[in-house]
């Protein structure tokens, strides 16, 4: 139960720091890989203060960071259906 709350804390901690640094001027593209190595850097910690181990930290980081980015919703673009919202020339 600690890893999921602490995961929870977590994503929400990283999306206030990507948007601050996206704020400064950091590429849209590299929003993903930021939350992701943010993850991981706060996984490290979570282990390294808690009692979970390195690789539950790690992984929880990753998925953490995953969430912050939205990463699946980026994933699921290209395969979603195209809607009349989505055709500039419709009026």
Known sequence: MELVIGGASLAVIIIILVEV????GLA???VPALAILLGIIGG????LTS???MVE?????????AAAS????????PFRQPTMNDNPDHE
């Open 44 to 47: 490290v910690v979570a282990a």
């Open 57 to 65: 930290g790690v992984i929880g980081g990753i998925l953490s960071g």
């Open 28 to 30: 849209i593209k590299l």
């Open 70 to 77: 939205g990463l699946y919703d980026n994933l699921n673009v």
């Open 51 to 53: 009692e979970i181990t």
């Open 21 to 24: 640094i996206k704020r400064l």
